[in-house]
């Protein structure tokens, strides 16, 4: 399974905001040059994750991003669905008129079936549990 960018992109800037301790606030213009990421596509994350409330953003001279306890406290599968924004992220009968769809084709429920155990799996865990052990090495 292959996730999309946006996807990508929420996961490192959740993953990055939920390891910053000392100072717990970041900017977009931080986030893109940290991660090398256009602002723009940060600005639709962004707003995406504060549509959620899994991330806090506060405007002004003492602003910034910062994570929120929600986003600390959910599943990662759940996450990763939420951030996927698709209930049928991997085969979509519908998109196309599919010619085997008439014939009781078992292909889209057999995806469906593996999609789920991928969420199920990524379920044991959230954010704490993917946290670097040398995160100021990093930066």
């Known amino acids: 399974m292959k996730l999309n960018h946006f996807t990508d992109f929420s996961?490192?800037?959740l993953m990055y905001l939920n390891q910053k301790k000392d100072t717990p606030q970041s900017s977009l213009d931080?986030?893109?040059?940290?991660?090398k990421i256009s602002r723009n596509h940060l600005i639709?994350?962004?707003q995406f994750l504060s549509a959620n409330q899994l991330i806090l953003t506060k405007r002004g001279k003492n602003g910034g991003i910062l994570i929120s306890e929600k986003a600390r406290?959910?599943?990662l599968?759940?996450?990763i669905h939420l951030l996927e924004q698709d209930d049928t992220p991997i085969i979509n009968c519908d998109s196309k008129p599919c010619i085997f769809q008439p014939h009781h084709c078992k292909l889209k429920s057999l995806f469906n079936t593996a999609y789920l155990a991928f969420i199920e799996s990524l379920n044991q865990y959230k954010l704490s549990d993917i946290e670097f052990k040398n995160?100021?090495?990093m930066f």
């Open 73 to 75: 406290e959910i599943l």
């Open 11 to 13: 996961m490192r800037v």
């Open 77 to 79: 599968g759940d996450l």
């Open 135 to 137: 995160w100021s090495a």
């Open 30 to 35: 931080d986030l893109a040059d940290t991660f």
């Open 44 to 46: 639709k994350v962004v």
